[in-house]
């Protein structure tokens, strides 16, 4: 910055300063009461919006611990509920006819698999995350319920045990293939975020002081 511009820097500043030094010295005291009044205001309204903007910071980093919390809680089961669909699901795809499985025992194996339960309390602070996710896993356990729930009626039908035929295999398979990939997507992110924020405790933390 050259000699000119400091100059004229502080010269503007000196003439801000005598101006308001000649605005506020002709102030009557009703002036000044008034000018006080208006400054303590605006204090107010700034102190009370830093105090709101804080509580919103604060609300967010707790919500934040608990979602977390969720996910390092919910993230094994979900791994085991998609590892059981796999495993149904190929054996709907491979075994095909020539193990000749009959329905029962195909079917069986679908409504055996224990499907994850998660209060709406917990989807709720899921969405603080991703309402994606929250919403995915929602949908997947509404429908494998159902597709159990189908499974069970289908066997239902037959008073003795079939064979699957190939059809039907095609038909189970593309129903339970949804929700796996829904469980598999969120799956995925909540190990990837449990990864991240569960670390590893150090040596003082395992062993104390």
Known sequence: MGKFSIGYSVGTLIWIAVVLAQTFVCLSPADWAAWF???????????????SIRKDVQDRRAALRRAYAIIAGVQPALGRLVADLLREEA??????????????????????????????????ALSVLD?????????????????QSYVNSEVARFS???????????EWARRMEKPRKMFQAVHANFRRLATQHATEPSGQEVWGD
């Open 37 to 51: 009044g208006a400054i303590g205001t605006i204090g107010t309204l700034i102190g009370t919006i830093w105090l």
């Open 91 to 124: 054996s709907l795809n491979f075994d095909n006819l020539a193990t000749a499985d009959s329905m029962r025992t195909l079917a069986s194996g679908i409504t055996a698999i224990p499907t994850i339960y998660i209060s709406s309390d917990d989807l709720g």
């Open 131 to 147: 309402g994606s996710d929250a919403f995915r896993l929602a949908h997947a356990v509404g429908l494998l319920a159902d597709f």
């Open 160 to 170: 003795a045990d079939v064979v699957m035929s190939g059809h039907r295999r095609d």
